[in-house]
Nanobody, 115 residues
Framework: QVQLVESGGGLVQAGGSLRLSCAAA????????MAWYRQAPGLQRKLVAS???????NYADSVKGRFAISRDGATNSVYLQMNNLNSEDTAVYYC?????????WGQGTQVTVSS
């Protein structure tokens, strides 16, 4: 059973924007902090942003002021609005609980920023 499905990635020019979406199974979403992670080629997966059940957010320093995470309890969805993208944002983006559950990792969505 698929627990998390990410979408919304693509190719964008530097300075552009993308909005990522994550459809989560209710068993994953309810009661859990949710987060977006990313993995660039040759590097480890890293936390980008997290959101509590009450909507409190935290961000990696590299994306503060540019990215915004949100969640929708009506649809069990998590979103990541990404603005002013740069080449260092190029990665595969994943959503998961926070802390992450290794059983929940999905396929991710590729974000490529061209300079």
């Amino acid at each position: 059973q698929v627990q998390l499905v990410e979408s919304g990635g693509g190719l964008v020019q530097a300075g552009g924007s993308l909005r990522l979406s994550c459809a989560a199974a209710e068993s994953v979403f309810r009661g859990n902090f949710m987060a977006w992670y990313r993995q660039a080629p040759g590097l480890q997966r890293k936390l980008v942003a997290s959101v509590s059940t009450g909507g409190h957010t935290n961000y990696a320093d590299s994306v503060k002021g540019r990215f915004a995470i949100s969640r929708d309890g009506a649809t069990n969805s998590v979103y990541l609005q990404m603005n002013n993208l740069n080449s260092e944002d190029t990665a595969v983006y994943y959503c998961n609980s926070s802390p992450p559950d290794r059983l929940y990792w999905g396929q991710g969505t590729q974000v490529t920023v061209s300079s």
